[in-house]
């Protein structure tokens, strides 16, 4: 079998068993954030913390429900890290410096998972599995809750309440989260990825010298990174280390999780609407966009000019053999089109035109499918900026879902999608003028501007992921990248709890002959030509000095 039907046939395979899950999770989900019942466990968690779920929030107490939480997230990470030297099950290692408690605490707590250390060589037992882990369950229902209160700010009717924030994080860990990333781990167990919490140990001789190997609950970790979204491995390879993703049947299991809860969220929104038909319209187009930039990525990898890469049947540099280009192109478009920083391959070690599509997929706000959350709440935004420029175009007052779109609405909107982009513009454009940050990269030109590019455009788009060869690990990438990851997640929460509020607000408007049918294919489209032209042509100018240069200069 030639490697590039290998590679499609993953692909297929991939989309029938999401295609499977969609309808009885979506379904789940939705039931979860509507019943008015709360299991036991949920009911002892919210004596803990003093909540009354009962309690109905608009959205200025949702909010700060969100960044209050978030807040003690991060300072609870931060000081766990500072005092690992003391804590047992740290493996011997000490204390992480204060920049990098930082960066780290930022990262983790805004569902980044941007990693400037060694996984191995930096973190014990007890903040991998008590601190990290934790967060990629915490931060990433945190992204569903607001979500679930953008749908219902567009499913109610004149009243400014968004439900409450604290059963929606509570049920979306306790009900959703936890039992998948549980039946997750088991499989990957079973596919050989290890769980254990045994101390650093020789594994033989390397060319005279002995190979250290700390073992860890890796398979529970890999399964809730993956599933919510998160990305941050266990070991510095990240899902190319075989303890982490040890065959190409974990590898399909991984990008399944990674697109299982944003995509089934699409039916969750059509079932909370009242319309499932809107759900699909809105999966339509986050298919569209991850099945091109699939094709692409595979094209831009397998053919090419380079004679090296011909007689050697493709990009093969800095991917690992067991999984081959196909799934390779296959993980590295699934997680840079949602908020997952996991790699399973060298990023900087792709074509040119390869690292432009996967920086692309995070430009694009990463709706397709985007985040656990944030990919439906970002695609919903965009669905607002396309309804009123449909407005625009026949001049007709624009609507969505029976609701007005008006001078309010859109300024949250324009709000909400110039705000990443501007975080990534400003801090690259301040780092490459400044003498010291330059000094990090290991190549010059325009791959060492996409160094850079990446790192900020990842690191303001939540992804995590890391292009390779950028030193990251100094003062300067610490705090800006970890102030970028904390502005480009909370800021455009506040737009999208703002915008929920003004919607909820509103008294439904009927439908009439002039309505635009936002569950038809047409609508689909203009979606997508939205995405593209509105998201993508903004960074369009700092990608031809990057990734299309080299691209084409190669």
């Known amino acids: 079998m030639s490697p590039v039907l290998a590679g499609v046939l993953q692909f297929l395979a991939l989309m029938v068993a999401l295609a499977l899950a969609y309808r009885p999770l979506g379904d789940y989900m939705a039931g979860v954030y509507s019943s008015p019942k709360h299991l036991r466990v949920e009911k002892w ?126 049920r979306g860990t306790v009900r959703i989260l936890l039992p998948i990333a549980l039946v997750g781990a088991v499989l990957l167990v079973a596919c050989g990825a290890i769980q254990n919490f045994a101390g650093i140990h020789e594994v033989g001789q390397f060319m005279g010298g002995s190979q250290q190997w700390n073992g860890g609950a890796v398979a529970s970790q890999e399964a809730i990174k993956e599933l919510g979204t998160n990305g941050g491995g266990y070991f510095n390879a990240n899902a190319a280390h075989p303890f982490e993703n040890p065959s190409g049947l974990s590898n399909l299991l991984e990008v399944f999780l990674i697109l299982l809860i944003p995509l089934s969220l699409t039916r969750t929104f059509g079932r909370m609407v009242g319309s499932v038909r809107q759900g699909y319209a809105i999966l339509a187009t986050m298919t569209a966009i991850w099945v091109v930039f699939t ?6 990898e397998f053919h090419h000019g380079a004679p090296a890469f011909d007689i050697a049947g493709g990009a093969l540099e800095g991917k690992e053999t067991r999984f081959g280009i196909g799934a390779s192109s296959i993980f590295s478009v699934a997680t840079t089109l949602t908020s997952t920083g996991a790699v399973n391959s060298f990023l900087s070690s792709y074509t040119g035109f390869g690292g432009g599509i ?37 001049g007709r007052t624009p609507e969505y879902l029976g609701k007005k779109i008006g001078t309010r609405q859109i300024k949250f ?118 995405i593209m032209i509105v998201a993508g042509l903004t960074y369009f100018p700092a990608l031809a000095l990057g990734p299309l240069a080299e691209g084409l200069a190669s």
């Open 45 to 170: 968690i919210y004596r803990a913390v003093g909540a009354n779920p009962a309690t109905e929030m608009r959205w200025p107490a949702y909010l700060r429900g969100v960044l209050g939480f978030s807040l003690v997230s991060v300072l609870f990470l931060y000081l766990l890290q500072r005092v690992q030297g003391i804590l047992p099950g740290s493996l011997g290692f000490a204390s992480i410096d204060p920049d990098q408690a930082f960066n780290t605490a930022a990262s983790f707590v805004s569902n980044t998972n941007w990693q400037s250390y060694y996984g191995e060589q930096a973190m014990g037992h007890v903040v991998q599995t008590g601190g990290l882990a934790v967060q990629n369950f915490l931060s990433a229902a945190v992204g569903m809750a607001v979500a679930v209160a953008l749908v219902r700010g567009f499913a109610r009717t004149r009243t400014g309440e968004l439900g409450n924030f604290w059963a929606d994080l509570v």
């Open 295 to 300: 094709g692409l990525m595979m094209w831009t």
């Open 358 to 394: 996967a920086m692309l997929g995070m430009q694009l706000g990463e709706i397709a499918p985007g985040g656990v959350g944030s990919g439906l709440y970002g695609i919903l935004v965009m669905a607002v900026i396309a309804v009123f420029l449909a407005g625009l175009m026949v």
């Open 413 to 530: 909107a324009a709000c909400y999608i110039l705000i990443t982009p501007a975080l990534v513009l400003c801090f690259t454009g301040v780092a490459m003028a400044l003498p010291t940050p330059v000094n990090s990269l290991t190549n010059s030109g325009a791959h060492g501007f996409s160094e850079i590019l990446y790192a900020y455009t990842s690191g303001a788009n939540n992804n995590g992921s890391a292009f390779a060869g950028l030193n990251a690990d100094t003062q300067w990438f610490n705090t800006s990248i970890g102030v970028a990851m904390l502005l480009g997640r909370f800021l455009p929460m506040v737009f999208v709890l703002a915008l929920a509020g003004s919607l909820a607000e509103q008294k439904p408007v009927p439908v009439t002959a002039g309505t635009l049918r936002t569950d038809k294919p047409l609508f689909s489209g203009l979606l997508v030509g939205t």
